[in-house]
């Protein structure tokens, strides 16, 4: 007889953001004429810049030609040519050198930072900050593996640092964090690099809203902390940097010094990859390379700085009803304090001004009581949303 996994049984009951996608689509079923603004998930409205299309249709033309039609990649983990431009970034915003061959392309980060697991033994112990973006944690709860969650709080700055006593071999990062918008400068994140390099454990580290990072300060890349690349995977994307969550690729850093329990994470991330994935399509390659030229890059950040004016307008707005919040200035989202349970909240903005959110407590028991929403919007709905939440709260 086949048995399931029965770790799945101790998930909750739907992945959070298909949660809200129900809870709204039953709104809208009953309320159709409801002019909904949408700032739950982190999905971005502006289109792809003019660089990207144009290298899309290129490389779709090309796909047409028998001399420059391209089957599989000769290399799955991505051409040359995108795993360059990604090296030359590295440098150019963190003065980090990635050699070609630690560069891992793919359709995302999501996919890689819960593939990625595969790697290790499942008698691990995970330590996990909360709240958290929902991969990390149900990823290894799927396997079974026993998990340490760190409290983010206020008193904390939701940043949390490793403490005396503070035990494990897997350690998850999200800086700047999903969901509460804060970014751990250098010298936090070397206390977790010295932390993982004394203990021999390891760093996945989630860098994909490190565009939105404003203040030139604080870290893009784990890498720029010394050291990092004998404990650190960094995961990263083109979803919230280039307006890619539909057309999707990312790339998982994994550096060659990297040797974990005497064998490289390197080989074996390879000997997974080549396993099960068969490489990201050679025309969204394309586009993403177009991301990186001079024009692409400009074109982001004409994008991002959209975003964070968005942001803006929505920390300005909660100052001026004396909403408690954080985020928002190097990241797209803004974590406030709603004062009451989450899911509540959600129902009332929901119900009462039309405005989807998500609810803290979906990203972990310390989020509770508060709530996250994103700047990932039109301008006009954003001043529309504001304009909403200071009539229901003044
Ligand atoms: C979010 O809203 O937290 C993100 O969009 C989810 C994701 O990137 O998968």
């Avoid at 030359?88 to 930072?113: C, H, M, P, Q, T």
């Avoid at 010298?187 to 932390?195: A, C, E, P």
């Avoid at 989450?342 to 709530?371: K, Q």
Wanted: net charge negative; with cysteine.
């Amino acid at each position: 007889m086949v048995r399931v996994n029965t770790n799945y049984k101790n998930l909750k009951q739907n992945y959070l953001f298909a949660n809200i996608a129900k809870k709204l689509s039953d709104y809208t079923a009953a309320h159709p004429t409801a002019k909904i603004i949408k700032m739950g998930i982190g999905d971005v409205t502006q289109p792809l810049s003019i660089p990207v299309v144009e290298a899309l249709v290129k490389a779709s033309f090309e796909m047409g030609v028998k001399e420059t039609f391209r089957g599989y990649a000769p290399d799955e983990q991505g051409y040359s040519f995108l795993k360059l431009s990604i090296a030359d970034y590295y440098k150019n915003n963190s003065n980090v050198d990635l050699d070609e061959r630690e560069i891992f392309v793919s359709d995302g980060a999501k996919s890689d930072v819960a593939n990625f697991t595969d790697l290790f033994s499942n008698d691990n112990t995970i330590i996990i900050p909360d709240p958290v973006y929902p991969v990390y944690l149900d990823s290894n709860i799927m396997l079974g593996r026993k998990i340490i969650l760190i409290n983010g709080n206020d008193a904390n700055g939701f940043l949390p640092l490793p403490t005396e006593g503070l035990q494990g071999d897997i350690i998850y990062l999200c800086s700047p964090n999903n969901p509460t918008g804060a970014v751990y400068t250098k010298d936090q994140l070397k206390q977790w690099v010295d932390f993982a390099i004394d203990r021999n454990a390891v760093i996945l580290f989630d860098a994909a809203y490190e565009a939105f990072i404003s203040d030139s300060d604080l870290p893009r890349s784990i890498y720029e902390i010394p050291d990092a690349k004998r404990c650190a995977v960094e995961f990263c994307s083109l979803s919230k940097t280039a307006g890619f969550t539909g057309t999707r690729c990312g790339y998982t850093i994994v550096p060659e010094e990297l040797i974990v329990d005497g064998e490289s994470l390197n080989n074996m991330w390879m000997r997974r990859q080549t396993t099960k994935f068969n490489g990201t399509a050679y025309i969204i390659q394309r586009a993403a390379e177009a991301v990186f030229s001079k024009e692409g890059l400009e074109s982001c950040k004409t994008i991002i700085d959209y975003y964070r004016g968005n942001a803006k307008i929505m920390t300005d707005t909660m100052s001026k009803l004396s909403i408690w919040h954080t985020g928002g200035l190097n990241s797209p989202y803004v974590w406030m304090k709603c004062g009451m349970d989450s899911w509540e909240y959600f129902d009332t903005l929901l119900n009462d001004i039309n405005i989807v959110g998500t609810p803290g407590s979906g990203f972990g028991r310390c989020g509770a009581g508060y709530f996250r929403l994103t700047a990932f919007n039109t301008r006009e709905n954003t001043i529309e949303a504001m304009e909403r939440f200071s009539k229901l709260f003044k």
